[in-house]
């Protein structure tokens, strides 16, 4: 069994920042690529940023990049999302989530349906 726990959000104002942290544990593989994703009422989940199993390589959303700064301490079994210049459209629920131990779990992915554990999410609400 593998369990994600997402904290860090909360309600900020526009410009703002704000770190999100995600703790792996159980059974959760350390070099497995891991992937934040984030969704609004009414809206399907949408890809966020993802990092590999080393670190080594990370990818973003369009809308995020230069902004979000994905990380992960394996020692630790943490991933972490910095997040800067936030605004509005950035209000969502954002989830944590974990491949599993299939062919290329170690390798970062934009597809929600290639994770197989995902965190209970947390709100981050930005104010304008």
């Known amino acids: 069994q593998v369990q994600l726990v997402e904290s860090g959000g909360g309600l900020v104002q526009a410009g703002d920042s704000l770190s999100l942290s995600c703790a792996a544990s159980?059974?959760?593989?350390?070099?497995?690529?891991m992937g934040w994703f984030r969704q609004v009422p009414g809206k399907e989940r949408e890809f966020v940023a993802a990092?590999?199993?080393?670190?080594?390589?990370?990818k973003y959303a369009d809308s995020v990049k230069g902004r979000f700064t994905i990380t992960r301490d394996n020692a630790k079994r943490t991933v972490y999302l910095q997040m800067s210049n936030l605004k509005p459209e950035d209000t969502a629920v954002y989830y944590c989530?974990?491949?599993?131990?299939?062919?290329?779990?170690?390798?970062?992915?934009?597809?929600?349906?290639?994770?197989?554990?995902w965190g209970q999410g947390t709100q981050v609400t930005v104010s304008s």
């Open positions: 990092i590999n199993w080393n670190g080594g390589t990370t």
């Open positions: 159980g059974r959760a593989l350390t070099n497995a690529a």
């Open positions: 989530a974990s491949r599993a131990g299939d062919g290329t779990y170690f390798t970062a992915s934009v597809h929600p349906h290639e994770y197989t554990y």
